[in-house]
């Protein structure tokens, strides 16, 4: 069984930081691409950031510059460190994993992130 678990998000002040992680199980880590996509209220779910199995990455406009995808294969984790962070930044980010043998998409629940003074 596929899992996905997102942590780390939380309430923020506007420039500050904040590391989002994802902790896969049930999937041959290193044979997935990840990648994190965000929600805000009343708005469509956007991808945000991927990640290759090989380690190349490609981001947002709106996040270049200010977020950093990166993966641990030791550890079957993803990272999403997020710096200078907007109040539009404001949203639920969900993990997603693409294992190269597989032609489903897997999905974690989501960890909440809040900018805000």
């Known amino acids: 069984q596929v899992q996905l678990v997102e942590s780390g998000g939380g309430l923020v002040q506007p420039g500050g930081s904040l590391r989002v992680s994802c902790a896969a199980s049930?999937?041959?880590?290193?044979?997935?691409?990840m990648a994190w996509y965000r929600q805000a209220p009343g708005k469509q779910r956007e991808l945000v950031a991927a990640?290759?199995?090989?380690?190349?990455?490609n981001y947002a406009d709106s996040v270049k510059g200010r977020f950093t995808i990166s993966r641990d294969n030791t550890k079957n984790t993803a990272y999403l460190q997020m710096n200078s962070l907007k109040p539009e930044d404001t949203a639920v980010y969900y993990c997603?994993?693409?294992?190269?043998?597989?032609?489903?998409?897997?999905w974690g629940l989501g960890t909440q992130v809040t900018v805000s003074s």
């Open positions: 990640i290759t199995r090989g380690g190349s990455t």
């Open positions: 997603l994993a693409r294992p190269l043998y597989d032609p489903n998409d897997y």
């Open positions: 049930g999937i041959l880590f290193s044979l997935a691409a």
